[in-house]
């Protein structure tokens, strides 16, 4: 899956964030030649700087907000193919900043497509939303790709509109030029390295760092969980094939299968009996805890409602077409995705190369069955 990428040049915009850091180690896996450009990494610690992603490969501190630094990255590498992912992309703070929300996810969305415009070496280019993007009547059914757009919360509408920028650029250039032109609404995402705030993982690996028992504010809230590695393989076989073949282009629910949409609540017991597991086995074996590393004891979990701003309750997409075009089928499933995220997790308190860690998940994952 990975061979076509070998000596490839791609951009790729929000490769400090979490699923942009994944995305960016298979690539230099692969051998290509990636050019990042994104804000600091957003978490201290990051999954960026753990894989000293700096270092082995040209990264550019700007903000896509900054049209005329962007193009002149752009005229500098050359890409042929571009990747979106920089966003603010938290819902909470969208209500506390509104404005930078939309700066971002809408403005940053037509800088890049305008950069995209400009360079005639680009052959393939694919934004990245959300499922959030979909106007949610909380129906208790999956979202297909010609449902009507419009998110909730400033989060959910920004990427919405980030939709329909895209939309407008393609009709109005880009298809015309010979760009071939994705979107792609993927779920949320879980998997290791994942430090942002108001995540349901990140917040289980803090409380097992810690010792404190994990605070769940919405336990019923339905998500279609997926580990990181699912959409970042999609998202490289959309560019990789809409690049031969433009027809293929368009846009695509990137989500797991409905036995992988689960709450929240069933989301954090998952993680409890995969790292109690662990904890168990480690205190068999007799190997223990050392001070410091590997987490510390039983994870626990509580029922506490804050009264927070409004949440879709229900989210899941239909994937059929994304099924039926590409041949896609979920590698991990939900079990073994939060697996995969404790044994992550647990590596990094242990102090382990989280390079080698990283890499050996991404090898496991191309070599499942799907």
Request: aromatic share 8%.
């Amino acid at each position: 899956m990975l061979d076509f990428w070998k000596n490839k040049r791609i951009l790729v915009t929000g490769h400090t964030g979490f699923k942009g850091s994944w995305l960016t180690e298979a690539l230099l896996l692969a051998g290509a030649e990636v050019t990042g450009y994104a804000l600091e990494p957003p978490t201290d610690p990051s999954l960026f700087e753990l894989l000293k992603l700096k270092d082995r490969m040209r990264s550019v501190t700007g903000d896509v907000r900054d049209l005329g630094h962007l193009l002149e990255v752009f005229r500098e590498t050359q890409p042929e193919f571009v990747l979106h992912m920089a966003a603010q992309p938290i819902v909470r703070l969208s209500y506390r900043e509104p404005v930078m929300t939309y700066e971002t996810n809408v403005m940053g969305t037509v800088n890049i497509c305008e950069c995209v415009r400009q360079s005639p070496g680009v052959r393939s280019f694919l934004n990245v939303t959300t499922d959030k993007v979909y106007e949610n009547g909380e129906k208790g059914t999956g979202f297909v790709e010609t449902d009507r757009l419009d998110g909730y919360d400033p989060y959910s509408n920004s990427k919405s509109c980030s939709e329909l920028v895209t939309h407008g650029y393609v009709r109005s250039f880009l298809k015309e030029q010979g760009v071939a032109v994705s979107t792609a609404r993927a779920g949320n995402v879980i998997g290791g390295g994942d430090f942002a705030p108001d995540r349901i993982i990140p917040d289980c690996v803090r409380a097992a760092e810690s010792g404190s028992p994990l605070v769940l504010r919405n336990p019923d809230s339905v998500r279609p969980f997926q580990h990181v590695l699912e959409p970042v393989m999609v998202y490289l076989d959309i560019l990789e094939k809409q690049a031969a073949d433009p027809s293929l282009a368009g846009a695509y629910n990137v989500g797991p299968d409905l036995s992988d949409c689960v709450r929240t609540g069933e989301l954090a017991q998952l993680f409890a009996d995969a790292w109690n597991r662990e904890e168990t086995e480690g205190s068999a074996s007799g190997a223990g805890r050392e001070d410091g590393a590997g987490g510390t004891g039983k994870f626990r979990i509580e029922i506490r409602p804050d009264g927070g701003p409004h949440e879709a309750g229900f989210l899941r997409l239909e994937c059929a077409k994304l099924k039926e075009i590409f041949g896609w089928e979920a590698r991990w499933h939900i079990a073994e995705a939060v697996q995969k995220t404790a044994d992550w997790s647990r590596a990094w308190l242990k102090g382990e190369d989280m390079i080698r860690v990283t890499d050996e998940q991404i090898r496991e994952f191309l070599l499942a069955d799907k």
